[in-house]
């Protein structure tokens, strides 16, 4: 929830964000203020049920063959849709975070549309919390400084806190 909230913080009127798949990133979709105008480009169907509550929202919905495990749609047409939009900020989530082996998820089919999503967006924000530091999940798609902003929890280690601000990204940390 803390992590949801400082990431809407970072919203400003008439943003183009992006919102990925997750328990960490629906926070962002419930979060969202309904005094704001936005466009938000989803992929997913409980950002889909929170969004579509927000009367200054115009929503893009990046649809296709539904993944019931993650709540995710995925298509080629759907990642050929978030290629040609362009987005002020990409919310993203991860299942893991590793110095060595980059940022990664669950599911296979979730990369290609991440990296869509990371591709259209100018600043790409990770939302994580701190127990996916050193871990690993079978779907490579980022490296860690491929991110501007990391927001986590306060269990994060001093190890990690150094070694994302020796990367200068922006972190914060609620």
Same mark, same amino acid.
Do not use: G
């Given at each position: 929830l803390r992590i949801g909230q400082k990431a809407v913080s970072l919203i400003e009127p008439n943003d183009v964000i992006i919102i990925d798949t997750g328990t960490t990133t629906e926070y962002v979709a419930k979060l969202l203020p309904d005094d704001i105008p936005l466009t938000v480009i989803c992929y997913t169907a409980n950002a889909l049920v929170e969004i579509y509550k927000k009367p200054l929202v115009k929503i893009i919905f990046a649809g296709g063959y539904y993944h019931r495990n993650s709540q995710m749609f995925e298509s080629p047409e759907g990642i050929q849709l978030i290629k040609r939009?362009? %987005?002020? #900020?990409?919310?993203? =989530? %991860?299942a893991g975070v590793s110095k060595q082996l980059g940022?990664?998820?669950? !599911?296979?089919?979730?990369?290609?549309? #991440? *990296? %869509? %999503?990371? !591709? @259209?967006? *100018? =600043? !790409? &924000?990770l939302l994580v919390d701190s127990t996916k530091f050193d871990q690993v999940r079978p779907s490579f798609f980022a490296t860690l400084s491929d991110f501007d902003v990391i927001i986590t929890d306060s269990h994060i280690s001093k190890e990690w806190?150094?070694? &994302? #601000? @020796? *990367?200068? &990204?922006?972190?914060y940390i609620v």
């Open positions: 939009t362009c %987005a002020t #900020k990409f919310f993203v =989530s %991860a940022v990664t998820c669950v !599911n296979q089919y979730e990369t290609e549309t #991440k *990296l %869509a %999503a990371m !591709n @259209s967006a *100018l =600043s !790409n &924000i806190v150094d070694y &994302i #601000k @020796s *990367l200068d &990204i922006t972190l």
